[in-house]
Nanobody, 124 residues
Framework: QVQLVESGGGLVPAGGSLRLSCAAS????????MGWFRQAPGKEREFVAA????????YYADSVKGRFTISRDNAKNTVYLQMNSLKPEDTAVYYC?????????????????WGQGTQVTVSS
């Protein structure tokens, strides 16, 4: 069992940066692939980024590639999402998730553990 808690969201102007954190408790997240998803108002939840067990492989949605960076610190049981050059369309609730996979992937049904989300709002 893994419990996940996101933090670091907030209000930021377009072009700004935020770093989201996902703190895990329960068992270690070393053997889990970790992912970030987001859901904007009135839209379905979508994949953002994922990272493998050891952090050597990452996968990004085309919409955030080159702007967002996912990383993990297994010693701290924490996953991060560094978001740069933020756009208004990045506004959403961001969710951290864990999957019993070695390699990351975008399929939401592969992630069995989810946090409660943290709000990111990008203004003009």
């Amino acid at each position: 069992q893994v419990q996940l808690v996101e933090s670091g969201g907030g209000l930021v102007p377009a072009g700004g940066s935020l770093r989201l954190s996902c703190a895990a408790s329960g068992r270690t997240i070393i053997t889990y692939a970790m992912g970030w998803f987001r859901q904007a108002p009135g839209k379905e939840r979508e994949f953002v980024a994922a990272i493998s067990w050891r952090g050597g492989t990452t996968y990004y949605a085309d919409s955030v590639k080159g702007r967002f960076t996912i990383s993990r610190d297994n010693a701290k049981n924490t996953v991060y999402l560094q978001m740069n050059s933020l756009k208004p369309e990045d506004t959403a609730v961001y969710y951290c998730a864990a999957a019993p996979l070695r390699e990351p992937g975008p399929a939401q049904n592969e992630y069995g553990y989810w946090g409660q989300g943290t709000q990111v709002t990008v203004s003009s």
